[in-house]
């Protein structure tokens, strides 16, 4: 049984990893956030110490560090805002605990660098979800990429549209340099997941580039990929709008819809025991994900050729 501490307890994300950690057979002692709408930790580990002071947390930490008697914490999860990863993964590495940390792992490709350092120091290490790599669809589609190879590249697209309501602007997920935009709040996942089926990415150009959606054409060793993502309700096709549905999810390979709306629901623990396996995700594998949407936040929109285009830019 393994130690938990978790940071950003009052998050969207938190409840996933809560029960990921009781699911593997560990305990959670201690949680962090500066929000105290919390009540959540009392479904899975109700005797969870829980601080609104990063400093009294930071504290409890190092205090259960020094006393030496099996109740240190071997892992802290991270579901903070997107900025706060780097900070936390670091506190979490120098208190002798490895790190587990939500997507995207940092914001710019040079704090992966400083990571590797401070993994280099302390002998921790750095896991992240990247939970796409562990879906049954997903992984069979890079067994029939594999066995594929040759020949042209395979045309693909991309369409993830999220609605949100108008909190979302408000919040830090509004702010890109919380969150990171569009393309690394709700894509950077999908990114990694098209490095991973399709191999080194090549060309990265943006079309489109606002503060609710984003498109542009990617273009990978095995693969042409022209991707759209949107938080705005009114992009979700009229017919599934109208059906009430908010949400749109789309990824074809040559024309054919790869099936994997379903599937989610135990990936983080999944994710987990990987992890507690020894065969996480680490700071590397990150790395293309993380420059793809760096650069696309730093890219200014040019204008498609035609058949770069997505289909919901034409016109």
């Not at 025991?273 to 760096?294: C, P, S």
Request: aromatic share 10%.
């Amino acid at each position: 049984m393994k130690n938990f501490a978790l940071i950003g307890a009052a998050g969207y994300i938190a409840p996933r990893h809560m029960q990921a950690i009781k699911a593997t057979g560990n305990r959670l002692l201690a949680a962090f956030d500066p929000n105290d709408s919390v009540g959540v930790i009392d479904s899975h580990f109700p005797d969870a110490d829980f601080f609104t002071e990063f400093e009294r947390f930071d504290r409890h930490v190092d205090l259960r560090r020094r006393a030496g008697n099996g109740g240190q914490i071997d892992y802290v999860s991270i579901c903070s805002p997107n900025y706060l990863h780097d900070s936390h993964m670091r506190f979490a590495l120098r208190s002798g605990a490895h790190a587990i940390c939500e997507k995207p792992l940092v914001l710019n490709p040079w704090n992966i660098d400083g990571l590797l350092d401070i993994e280099r120091e302390t002998g921790k290490h750095v896991n992240t979800i990247l939970q796409l790599r562990l879906h049954p669809a997903i992984v069979a589609l890079r067994e029939r990429m594999q066995r594929k190879q040759g020949g042209g590249k395979h045309e693909v697209e991309l369409t993830y549209i999220t609605s949100r309501g108008h909190w979302y602007l408000q919040s830090w997920k509004g702010d890109p340099k919380k969150s990171g935009g569009i393309a690394t709040n709700i894509g950077v996942h999908f990114f990694d997941m098209l490095h991973y089926v399709f191999g080194a990415l090549q060309i990265n150009r943006v079309h489109l580039s606002t503060e609710t959606k984003a498109a542009g054409y990617l273009e990978y060793e095995h693969a042409r990929v022209r991707w759209f993502l949107s938080v705005d309700v009114e992009d979700v096709p009229a017919a599934q709008r109208e059906g009430g549905q908010r949400t749109y999810r789309s990824i074809t390979v040559d024309g054919a819809e790869i099936e994997f709306s379903g599937g989610f629901t135990d990936l983080h623990n999944r994710s987990y025991e990987e992890i507690l396996a020894g065969r996480g995700f680490g700071l590397e594998e990150n790395r293309t994900a993380i420059e793809t949407v760096a650069a696309i936040r730093s890219g200014k929109p040019v204008a498609s050729t035609g058949d770069d285009a997505h289909p919901f830019l034409k016109g």
